[in-house]
DNA sequence: TCGTGGATTTACCAAATGGTAAAATTTTAT
DNA sequence: ATAAAATTTTACCATTTGGTAAATCCACGA
């Protein structure tokens, strides 16, 4: 009997757990947290609301259960920055990486947006916790290879929200840029090579 | 008698119809369109919820009027991008503009974003004929001033988001921000440091 | 000062919301 | 096959939601 399982879950809770939290990514990635409702994500998932209620402790527990594993994948291509790898490649693979995520998975990326946006009150302790840590040590590599000279001398924290802010926002922006580029044009090919040759040249830049 | 009133308004009319947008701005912002509600509104407001309705029609009537009214100081940085000004100039320029506008009205930032990120729902016919044939028109300028070697080779429309992207987030991603940077730290002028030199070096780029 | 229309409050309402209890059903191990 | 456990459904419930009707209050010009 789940909610609270301790025991190794059974197929079916594995299953179910799956689609309701697809559902439920569905839902709160475009109406917020507020916004969604169990019924939503009960209907969406094919289940009943109180069936859900049996997987779930909660509306806060789905939406936890989120973005808890969500930080995880989020995180990733960050974790990935080599610090003995050559300076300009890795912070260009890096960026590559944050592109391929946001087109890939534009719903995580929304629901990341969504909560930050509304002041990250259900994610504050995460982002201390798990996100500072990781974002403190790569910025330090990043110093390190701008005071070697490797790289342009830049503002290492500056840069990494240049990266996420560019990247992300053909994820979280999406309904802007398709607006703006016409339904027909795929933003991914000029858009990565727009990032690309944009971050070859700040990070070239001798000034 | 208000609501969707012909003749001009009293002072007293003038007054809670401001008093009213300005509170839906913070609840709005903060929690999106249907996360929001009217007796918050009214409660940040210091009015009734009934007294709310005699002035607006409800709640999509406030939302929609806060959106319309944000669309003319959104596009006004670009509006003023001068197509015979100094290219460098004119483009460092309306990044300064979109940053400073990010800093001093972070709600209406967020506001927009939200309407953005939940698929412009109630804002995308704004973005077809207010937002588009401006964005038409600035990328055609960029795109001469790139053409006569004026600025380095590059992509108009994705240079607009990039620009975008980067000022915006520190509106719309300020939990964030701050969590990373330190409650102390003061983003504005590094932040206004960082842009300034990367947008620089873009332009720059021979490449 | 008094009437009139604008402004506000009180008292509601139907629908939707997150959630629960318990019965009914299905799965699983024996 | 059958009992026990896991799963799902049915029937609720209290609260909140957007919104309305009508009574009341109040400002202000004649």
């Known amino acids: 009997m789940p909610d609270g399982d301790q025991k190794k879950p059974s197929r079916i809770q594995t299953r179910n757990r799956l689609v309701i939290l697809d559902a439920a990514l569905n839902v709160f990635s475009q109406h917020g947290y507020r916004g969604a409702t169990l019924d939503q994500i009960a209907s969406e998932a094919g289940l009943s609301k109180p069936n859900i209620l049996y997987y779930f402790q909660g509306k806060e527990d789905i939406h936890l259960t989120l973005l808890s594993q969500l930080m995880e994948t989020w995180l990733d291509p960050l974790v990935e920055l080599d610090p003995d790898g050559d300076p300009q490649t890795e912070i260009l693979d890096y960026v590559q990486r944050k592109l391929d995520m946001a087109l890939e998975l534009p719903r995580e990326s929304r629901l990341f947006a969504g909560e930050i946006l509304q002041g990250a009150p259900r994610m504050g302790p995460h982002l201390e916790s798990d996100l500072k840590p990781l974002f403190d040590q790569k910025c330090e590599v990043i110093a390190g290879w701008s005071a070697a000279g490797k790289i ?56």
């Open 152 to 207: 342009a001398p830049i503002n290492p924290q500056h840069l990494i929200f240049s990266i996420w802010a560019t990247t992300q926002h053909y994820a979280d922006f999406a309904a802007q840029v398709t607006v703006l580029l016409g339904a027909d044009t795929d933003p991914y090919q000029t858009a990565s090579e727009h990032l690309r040759s944009m971050f070859t040249a700040i990070l070239r830049n001798k000034a």
